[in-house]
């Protein structure tokens, strides 16, 4: 298998662990579970983000262009509606 498609697997299976994590801290009343959780948390976004990093760096991964001030705006618009 190809180094790209390795990387690339391996981001979106970090992804599906942060939202799993994400869930599970939102569920847990136990106080230490949930330090702990966030402890893991945290190690998988640092690992997550030194992955998409060296993605980047080997144009594995290009990101998406970045958004104008009016999209933005747009957006913000959208959500302070709802709110």
Do not use: H, W
């Amino acid at each position: 298998m190809q180094e790209k498609y390795m990387v690339t697997d391996a981001l979106a299976c970090i992804n599906a662990e942060l939202g799993k994590y994400a869930n599970m801290i939102a569920q847990t009343d136990n106080k230490q579970l949930k330090q702990t959780l966030k402890t893991f948390r945290d190690n998988c976004e640092k690992s997550q983000e030194d992955l998409y990093e060296m993605a980047r760096s080997k144009n594995y991964y290009i990101p998406a262009q970045k958004a104008t001030e009016q999209e933005i705006q747009r957006v913000k618009s959208i959500f302070t509606a709802t709110l």
